[in-house]
């Protein structure tokens, strides 16, 4: 059974750089057309995708949060991971990384982490 | 930018159907995916593809799509269906992909 797990900080500054990563286990991240991505949910609120990798080669993001952020992908791992740059607390969400195919459905998901961002 | 629509709230008496809509401008030529949220719970996927729906998930829920709307359909509700529930479609002139989402009470 595919899992994902996210780890990163819990609490951040203003301004600070977020830095997630998500490990895959159970399958390999490099195997099947599968894009793996990161979709955040602030406190109340609906999802709202950030963006997904496919490859070095191939990222997509939110228009929206293009120039903040940046997914990138490590096969040797088995993880990928999301940058997002000069956080503000708008920025306060659970951040989930989920599997999917193209324009498919996100089929697994991780079970999410909470980042404040808080002076 | 390419809009999901769906109604804030839904409610239902146990044992009744339950009809979640999704509205989009010709969603119907699009693949729609829906999931299902539980209060503090990561989205499980019930839908997939209009109609498909993954093994574990029963066969309670159903998805059709046509015009402008996609609907999920959750028959004979539980009390345990009680969740918010999220339509999603991939659109290259949108960055939101998932619906506002709508939160299904079971009464």
């Known amino acids: 059974q595919l899992q994902l797990q996210e780890s990163g900080p819990g609490l951040m500054k203003p301004s600070e750089t977020l830095s997630l990563t998500c490990t895959v286990s159970?399958?390999?991240?490099?195997?099947?057309?599968?894009?793996w991505g990161w979709i955040r949910q602030p406190p109340g609120k609906g999802l709202e995708w950030i963006g997904s990798v496919y490859d070095r080669e191939s990222t997509y993001y939110s228009p929206s949060l293009k120039r903040r952020v940046t997914i990138s992908i490590d096969t040797s791992k088995n993880q990928f991971s999301l940058k997002l740059s000069s956080v503000t607390a708008a920025d306060t969400a659970i951040y989930y990384c989920?599997?999917?195919?193209?324009?498919?459905?996100?089929?697994?998901w991780g079970q999410g982490t909470l980042v404040t961002v808080s002076s | 930018s390419y809009v999901l629509t769906q109604p804030p709230s839904v409610s239902v008496a146990p044992g009744q159907t339950a009809r979640i809509t999704c509205g989009g401008n010709?969603?119907?030529?699009?693949?729609v995916h829906w999931y299902q949220q539980r209060p503090g719970q990561a989205p499980v996927l019930v839908v997939y593809?209009?109609?498909d729906r993954p093994s574990e998930i029963p066969e309670r829920f159903s998805g059709s799509n046509s015009g402008n709307t996609a609907t999920l359909t959750i028959s004979r509700v539980e009390a345990g269906d009680e969740a918010d529930y999220y339509c999603?479609?991939?659109?290259?002139?949108?960055?939101?992909?998932f619906g506002g989402g709508t939160k299904l009470t079971v009464l």
């Open positions: 593809d209009d109609s």
């Open positions: 159970g399958g390999s991240i490099s195997s099947g057309n599968f894009y």
């Open positions: 010709n969603i119907g030529t699009k693949s």
């Open positions: 989920a599997r999917h195919i193209g324009i498919g459905a996100f089929d697994y």
């Open positions: 999603q479609v991939w659109d290259t002139s949108s960055d939101h992909p």
